[in-house]
């Protein structure tokens, strides 16, 4: 399993100076395997599920979205900064075994729950029988 993208980071519009840009951010995400489910879950608090948007892209996971500025004054004043806004994207790549074409999302409380199940084990068969007369 593997995080593709896994570190703040800016884009800047040249135009609009040094101090100008869009920030993008990546979700906090935990995966973990439970009851025979790859389970991926990502903290988006002040998230509407309408906002989200989830794109399969063979064995990758692209969780994507924007949340919105608070309704804050303009001319406040920042004194500490540690929740992200603005548009962000989480990509995650699924491990073999587990068929990302089946899995389910969920949305609650602040939370993004995906869950992926596992592939139908291949059954090697011990005995081949042979049909046709005796």
């Known amino acids: 399993m593997c995080k593709v993208n896994s570190s703040l980071y800016t884009l800047r519009d040249s135009s609009e ?3 100008g840009g869009q920030t ?6 935990d995966v973990y ?3 025979g489910q790859l389970i991926i879950k ?19 996971l692209m969780i994507s ?4 500025d608070g309704a804050r004054s ?12 603005g548009p962000f994207e989480c990509v995650i790549e ?25 592939t139908a084990p291949r059954t090697n068969p011990k005995h081949i ?5 005796k």
């Open 74 to 85: 303009s001319k406040c004043k920042f004194l500490v900064v540690e929740i992200n806004y």
């Open 17 to 19: 100076g040094p101090a």
């Open 24 to 29: 993008h951010w990546i979700p906090n995400t």
């Open 94 to 118: 699924i491990p073999p075994g587990y068929d990302l074409s089946k899995a389910t999302a969920a949305y609650q409380n602040g939370f993004l729950n995906v869950e992926v199940p596992q």
């Open 129 to 133: 029988v042979i049909s046709g007369e």
């Open 33 to 35: 395997i439970a009851d």
């Open 42 to 60: 990502v903290e988006l608090a002040g998230m509407h599920r309408e906002d989200l948007e989830l794109t399969i892209d063979g064995n990758r």
């Open 65 to 68: 979205g924007q949340r919105p």
